[in-house]
């Protein structure tokens, strides 16, 4: 597609649920990042994926958090057992090739309440 | 954890002043970019600098990288109306390829 798709844009969960938040990348696109944004602060990463290498996921805040790429395209994050604290916007982003100095291209979000 | 040291936090100014905003860090970087944030969307790429003391404009913006490599700062003159958003420094350190790591924000307000 013309840009990163992010879906759901919004979504409110229980505490104790699981969720999945997907990301469609701009096709062609080897790279593919995922970030949190909590209220009044900066990004925080998560994770990205880089064509056929292994993940780099050593932003992954706990083991609730994993997250997946088929096919070197779509992108799932799945939060297992969510808390409060989870409560964020959850932005993804992808790049032509591995050096995000030449910039990423985000997605608009999926907010993410727990309640 | 968070390495980059954004300010100031928020800045109410009134349209056609001039904007100064900052990033410092204890490391070396290689890369500083700036980003803006619109309500409701991601980050979009402003600036991008790769050279210590490398200057940088893009329309009314202007960025520096600076010459220790540990700063950057981002320009924005003669603000107007649509300058409103959240502005990110970012940037790559020689140890964390293929990753950015983000400043927490400056929040611009423009008033007529």
């Known amino acids: 597609g013309a840009g990163v798709s992010q879906s759901p844009s919004n979504k409110v969960t229980e505490k104790g649920k699981d969720v999945e938040l997907r990301c469609d990348p701009i096709?062609?696109?080897?790279?593919l990042y995922w970030y949190r944004q909590s209220l009044g602060q900066g990004l925080e990463f998560l994770i990205y994926?880089?064509?056929?290498?292994?993940?780099?996921k050593s932003g992954l805040p706990s083991d609730r958090f994993s997250a997946e790429r088929t096919g070197g395209s779509v992108s799932t994050l799945t939060i297992q057992r969510t808390q409060q604290e989870d409560s964020a916007v959850y932005l993804c982003?992808?790049?032509?090739?591995?050096?995000?100095?030449?910039?990423?291209?985000f997605g608009s979000g999926t907010r993410l309440t727990v309640v | 954890g968070q390495q980059l040291n954004q300010s100031p936090q928020s800045m109410f100014i009134q349209e056609g002043e001039d904007v100064s905003m900052n990033c410092t860090s204890s490391?070396?970087?290689?890369?500083w970019l700036w980003y803006k944030q619109d309500p409701g969307e991601g980050p979009v790429l402003l600036i991008a600098?790769?050279?210590?003391?490398e200057l940088t404009s893009n329309g009314r913006l202007t960025a520096q990288f600076g010459t220790t490599r540990k700063d950057s700062f981002l320009n924005i003159s003669a603000s107007i109306p649509s300058d409103v958003g959240i502005y990110f420094c970012?940037?790559?350190?020689?140890?964390?390829?293929?990753?950015?790591?983000f400043g927490a924000g400056t929040q611009v307000v423009v008033t007529p």
């Open positions: 982003a992808s790049s032509l090739t591995q050096d995000p100095s030449r910039g990423y291209t």
């Open positions: 994926f880089q064509g056929n290498s292994a993940p780099d």
């Open positions: 096709s062609g696109h080897t790279a």
């Open positions: 490391s070396i970087f290689n890369t």
């Open positions: 970012a940037g790559q350190t020689t140890d964390s390829w293929g990753k950015l790591q």
């Open positions: 600098l790769y050279k210590a003391g």
